[in-house]
């Protein structure tokens, strides 16, 4: 589980990787139209737009796989064992519980209404519903790591916390 478990972990940094990449690359192009050639290049911002989701969402299930995830660490550290493990394990199935119903469910219904839709960008001219799988993408990454991470401190109560 752990090979399975890392091999997707470099997976989906690499896709964050590139699609930072491609979004300073993509917003140093459009300051270079504005400014430099006094042009403004119609579809960079709106593809920078999209990309700050992607990279947004996907990051948030990078660093929650990493155990780098926004918690009150300090606060959380303070308190005994015991109540530390419980309340690790609670905010991991929160984590869970919301992502699967909020961001997987209700994301695949989000993308298909728009599809259904045909909502069309109006810069790049593709289908909107391809922006917004970036929800229940990462909501399902989010649900995994979050699974993994419930299990590894039942199983390892001694470990230091993600949450």
């Known amino acids: 589980m752990t090979k ?4 997707l972990d470099k997976c989906l940094e690499v896709l964050v990787m590139v699609s930072v990449a491609v979004l300073v690359i993509d917003v140093l192009w459009q300051v270079f139209t504005r400014f430099i050639m006094g042009d403004p290049s119609s579809w960079t911002e709106e593809l920078a737009t999209f990309l700050l989701i992607w990279v947004a969402l996907l990051g948030s299930a990078v660093a ?3 155990g780098a995830h926004l918690g009150i660490d300090y606060f ?3 308190l005994d064992d015991k109540v530390r493990i419980k309340t690790e394990l609670f905010v991991f199935a929160v984590v869970a519980l919301f992502s699967l119903l909020v961001m997987v469910i ?13 909502q069309i960008s109006v810069a790049l ?6 922006v917004y799988l970036a929800i229940p993408i990462s909501g399902a990454f989010l649900v995994l790591y979050s699974l993994l991470g419930f299990f590894e401190r039942l199983n ?5 916390g993600a949450a």
């Not at 209700?106 to 045909?118: D, Q, W």
């Not at 001219?125 to 391809?130: C, S, V």
């Not at 390892?156 to 230091?160: D, K, M, R, Y």
């Open 125 to 130: 001219k593709i289908p909107m519903g391809y």
């Open 64 to 66: 929650l796989g990493r």
């Open 106 to 118: 209700g994301g695949i219904g989000l993308v298909a209404r728009t599809l259904e839709l045909n």
């Open 156 to 160: 390892n109560p001694t470990q230091g």
């Open 4 to 7: 399975l478990k890392n091999i």
């Open 76 to 78: 959380v550290s303070k």
